[in-house]
């Protein structure tokens, strides 16, 4: 049929999207550090690109509602990956929201993106939130 032209479901290659190393954070961006131990097999890089997409705007299939967003302006960029010292299996993955992603005045959406459903994901064994960076120019969208 005409609806499935070009509409191929199956698991995405987060890293060619969502891992953006030349990525220079902004004063607006939401900054977040995770601990991120990838199951065997999976790339540090490949690992940081699924939590920033995962907890943004990407999904592990292909929806045909992806062409209806600007990609671009509201997903979350894993821009930075480092070993930790003394893991031999742990990174932390650096990673940028756009403040347009959230909800204005909103501390649970924000927080439900971040956190939600991606500490349930099959391509890591483990994930720990360390930081969040909560920049000026959301906190003054907050009313009281």
Not at 47 to 59: H, I, L, N, Q, R
Request: charged share 20%; hydrophobic share 35%.
């Amino acid at each position: 049929t005409k609806a499935s032209v070009g509409f191929q479901p199956g698991v995405k290659d987060y890293k060619l999207t969502y891992y953006t190393p030349e990525y220079e954070t902004k004063d607006t961006d939401i900054l977040a550090a995770f601990r991120v131990t990838p199951q065997p097999g999976v790339p540090p890089e490949e690992a940081g690109a699924a939590v920033a997409a995962e907890s943004s705007t990407g999904t592990w299939t292909t929806v045909w509602t992806d062409g209806l967003t600007s990609l671009d302006r509201y997903k979350g960029r894993c821009y930075g990956i480092e070993p930790v010292p003394g893991e031999e299996s742990q990174f932390i993955a650096y990673v940028a929201y756009p403040l347009d992603l959230f909800e204005e005045g909103s501390v649970t959406n924000m927080f439900t993106s971040i956190v939600g459903n991606v500490f349930g994901f099959k391509a890591l064994r483990a994930l720990f939130l360390e930081k969040l960076s909560i920049q000026i120019a959301k906190g003054k969208t907050f009313q009281g």
